[in-house]
């Protein structure tokens, strides 16, 4: 049987290969894909458990080559200089409606309760990885910063930039406390790489890899995502060229 993940990359690649950009350039196209999305969500969260588990995998099945997905190298003047630092005077921001606003250097970070995971990494270009992660959980991170009721949405803050633009995703609340979303710091036994986002990134099992953002600087705490940026969530989710809700 197919399962949902599967359908998704098949369905993906199918559409790129029938020549259909022209019906995603149609705006009333688009529309009625938004529309869907909210339906599958709240539909696949009816019928799935997500708190369940993406499936783990052993170190003898790690990929021998993972590829890195966006951006290789971010060309902006903070990036660059926290690079040639190694990310000593890094900070991770936690803030937004928190009642406890935090700043860690990534050596906290590194120093909080660790998770260890073995999972695959699905990209919607249509290409697939084995990758050992290690990292903070993202629930941790919330709870020690207070989160507040009023938060609905989690927004990653990135430090490069696509067109000018700034790069940022989000997630709600449900995947941001999944057990197996973290902020990696380390890749396959080793501290993170640049082009796998360091000195952070976001991993979220149960999602698509262009939600998994890198070079995360700062997580905001929100009710709404309409205020920020373009609105609709993430950089491609703004460009229109994917849809907020990437759930496998």
Request: net charge positive; glycine share 10%.
């Given at each position: 049987?197919?399962?949902?993940r599967?359908?998704?990359?098949?369905?993906?690649?199918?559409?790129?290969?029938?020549?259909?950009?022209?019906?995603?350039?149609?705006?009333?196209?688009?529309?009625?894909?938004?529309?869907?999305?909210?339906?599958?969500?709240?539909?696949?969260?009816?019928?799935?458990?997500?708190?369940?588990?993406?499936?783990?995998?052993?170190?003898?099945?790690?990929?021998?080559?993972?590829?890195?997905?966006?951006?290789?190298?971010?060309?902006?003047?903070?990036?660059?200089?926290?690079?040639?630092?190694?990310?000593?005077?890094?900070?991770?921001?936690?803030?937004?409606?928190?009642?406890?606003?935090?700043?860690?250097?990534?050596?906290?970070?590194r120093?909080?309760?660790?998770?260890?995971?073995?999972?695959?990494?699905?990209?919607?270009?249509?290409?697939?990885?084995?990758?050992?992660?290690?990292?903070?959980?993202?629930g941790?991170?919330?709870?020690?910063?207070?989160?507040?009721?009023?938060?609905?949405?989690?927004?990653?803050?990135?430090?490069?930039?696509?067109?000018?633009?700034?790069?940022?995703?989000?997630?709600?609340?449900?995947?941001?406390?999944?057990?197996?979303?973290?902020?990696?710091?380390?890749?396959?036994?080793?501290?993170?790489?640049?082009?796998?986002?360091?000195?952070?990134?976001?991993?979220?099992?149960?999602?698509?890899?262009?939600?998994?953002?890198?070079?995360v600087?700062?997580?905001?705490?929100?009710?709404?995502?309409a205020?920020?940026?373009?609105?609709?969530?993430?950089?491609?989710?703004?460009?229109?060229?994917?849809?907020?809700?990437?759930?496998?």
């Amino acid at each position: 049987m197919i399962d949902r993940r599967q359908l998704i990359l098949a369905s993906g690649s199918a559409l790129l290969l029938s020549g259909c950009d022209r019906l995603n350039g149609n705006p009333a196209f688009r529309q009625v894909l938004r529309s869907a999305e909210g339906l599958t969500m709240r539909a696949q969260r009816l019928v799935t458990d997500r708190t369940a588990l993406a499936r783990e995998y052993s170190e003898a099945d790690m990929s021998p080559i993972f590829r890195s997905n966006g951006t290789r190298l971010p060309d902006t003047p903070d990036y660059a200089r926290h690079l040639a630092e190694r990310f000593t005077n890094y900070r991770l921001r936690v803030d937004g409606l928190v009642t406890k606003p935090l700043s860690l250097s990534l050596e906290q970070i590194r120093a909080l309760p660790v998770r260890t995971q073995v999972t695959r990494h699905d990209c919607v270009e249509g290409w697939s990885a084995i990758g050992k992660w290690h990292g903070v959980p993202l629930g941790l991170l919330l709870k020690g910063a207070g989160l507040s009721s009023r938060a609905r949405f989690v927004v990653f803050h990135c430090m490069d930039r696509l067109g000018g633009r700034p790069y940022y995703e989000s997630i709600d609340l449900v995947d941001a406390f999944h057990p197996q979303t973290i902020l990696a710091w380390g890749m396959n036994n080793r501290a993170l790489e640049v082009p796998h986002g360091a000195p952070l990134r976001l991993r979220v099992e149960r999602q698509l890899g262009y939600k998994h953002a890198k070079f995360v600087e700062r997580i905001e705490a929100v009710e709404s995502l309409a205020g920020i940026h373009g609105g609709r969530g993430g950089y491609w989710e703004d460009s229109g060229d994917y849809e907020w809700y990437a759930g496998i």
